[in-house]
């Protein structure tokens, strides 16, 4: 392995990859919107903008003839708002960083990549699309994965798809100073709700698997020979798998019934 394209490159979950590469002697082209505190003789940082496609597209001029042995995808945000209060200028900024910004690479991509090459994205066990107040983050995790399983069959580079359930990052900080708007705008009905998320995602900093689980899981497929097209990492997102097969108003009504509780439990606590 050669040369790896990593986006979100300042991720928790995409530093300890990169460190892990460039041990190997990997020339590592890490993208990112904040600057990556790293530095190595092997490592090509560039602060880019996804959300600018014009950007995208002029990066990738600038490489000449470089080709990739492994691109992986760790950018994105999570936007959070019940769906009737949801704008479509909210749903398409979540687009515009997570799925079109993976459009306008995979574009960019035509001659650069091998018969080897694998693209791995960084997908979530929201992907399954259960989770309330989550549809603009399920909808672009769930699109991704689409699109790259129909760039698989297109052009027959494998793709994967990583699904963590709860990482302890600092993404679930960042989150929910990017909701912070939503959270304190919610109608009576919802502001509640929005208090338990909010309290809950903070919590989440600190709870679930750690970020190296992850980066170490997708160190090991860029290196397989045959990975497969989608993996669950951790217990939480193994269990959302499984139950979203049985997904229906059954299920629907489970999951209402267990927010309740939980909201209810937290407003009794406080």
Same mark, same amino acid.
């Given at each position: 392995?050669?040369?790896?394209? @990593?986006?979100?490159?300042?991720?928790?979950?995409?530093?300890?990859?990169?460190?892990?590469?460039?041990?190997?002697?990997?020339?590592?082209?890490? #993208?990112?919107?904040?600057?990556?505190?790293?530095?190595?003789?092997?490592?090509?940082?560039?602060?880019?903008?996804?959300?600018?496609?014009?950007?995208?597209?002029?990066?990738?001029?600038?490489?000449?003839?470089?080709?990739?042995?492994?691109?992986?995808?760790?950018?994105?945000?999570? @936007?959070?708002?019940?769906?009737?209060?949801?704008?479509?200028?909210?749903?398409?900024?979540?687009?515009?960083?997570?799925?079109?910004?993976?459009?306008?690479?995979?574009?960019?991509?035509?001659?650069?990549?091998?018969?080897?090459?694998?693209?791995?994205?960084?997908?979530?066990?929201?992907?399954?699309?259960?989770?309330?107040?989550?549809?603009?983050?399920? @909808?672009?995790?769930?699109?991704?994965?689409?699109?790259?399983?129909?760039?698989?069959?297109?052009?027959?580079?494998?793709?994967?798809?990583?699904?963590?359930?709860?990482?302890?990052?600092?993404?679930?900080?960042?989150?929910?100073?990017?909701?912070?708007?939503?959270?304190?705008?919610?109608?009576?009905?919802?502001?509640?709700?929005?208090?338990? #998320?909010?309290?809950?995602?903070?919590?989440?900093?600190?709870?679930? @698997?750690?970020?190296?689980?992850?980066?170490?899981?997708?160190?090991?497929?860029?290196?397989?020979?045959?990975?497969?097209?989608?993996?669950?990492?951790?217990?939480?997102?193994?269990?959302?798998?499984?139950?979203?097969?049985?997904?229906?108003?059954?299920?629907?009504?489970?999951?209402?019934?267990?927010?309740?509780?939980?909201?209810?439990?937290?407003?009794?606590?406080?």
């Amino acid at each position: 392995m050669k040369n790896v394209l @990593i986006t979100g490159a300042t991720s928790d979950m995409a530093v300890p990859l990169i460190k892990k590469l460039l041990n190997d002697n990997v020339i590592v082209y890490a #993208l990112s919107r904040s600057e990556l505190k790293l530095e190595d003789e092997l490592l090509k940082k560039t602060r880019l903008d996804l959300s600018d496609e014009f950007g995208i597209n002029n990066y990738f001029i600038s490489l000449n003839d470089v080709k990739f042995d492994a691109v992986i995808f760790f950018h994105g945000i999570a @936007i959070s708002s019940p769906v009737e209060f949801l704008s479509s200028n909210e749903l398409n900024k979540q687009l515009s960083i997570s799925l079109f910004s993976t459009l306008a690479i995979l574009k960019n991509l035509r001659k650069r990549l091998t018969k080897t090459s694998k693209i791995i994205t960084v997908s979530s066990m929201a992907s399954y699309g259960i989770f309330p107040f989550l549809s603009p983050y399920e @909808i672009a995790k769930s699109s991704v994965d689409t699109l790259l399983c129909s760039y698989e069959i297109e052009t027959g580079i494998k793709t994967i798809s990583v699904k963590p359930g709860v990482v302890s990052t600092k993404f679930w900080r960042t989150s929910v100073e990017l909701n912070k708007d939503n959270f304190e705008s919610f109608p009576f009905e919802y502001r509640f709700i929005g208090e338990f #998320l909010k309290d809950n995602a903070l919590k989440n900093e600190n709870k679930g @698997i750690k970020p190296d689980d992850v980066s170490n899981l997708i160190y090991r497929i860029m290196y397989l020979k045959n990975p497969k097209s989608s993996y669950d990492i951790g217990i939480d997102s193994k269990f959302t798998n499984f139950i979203s097969k049985f997904k229906g108003r059954f299920l629907f009504g489970i999951i209402r019934k267990i927010l309740r509780r939980r909201v209810k439990k937290y407003l009794n606590e406080r």
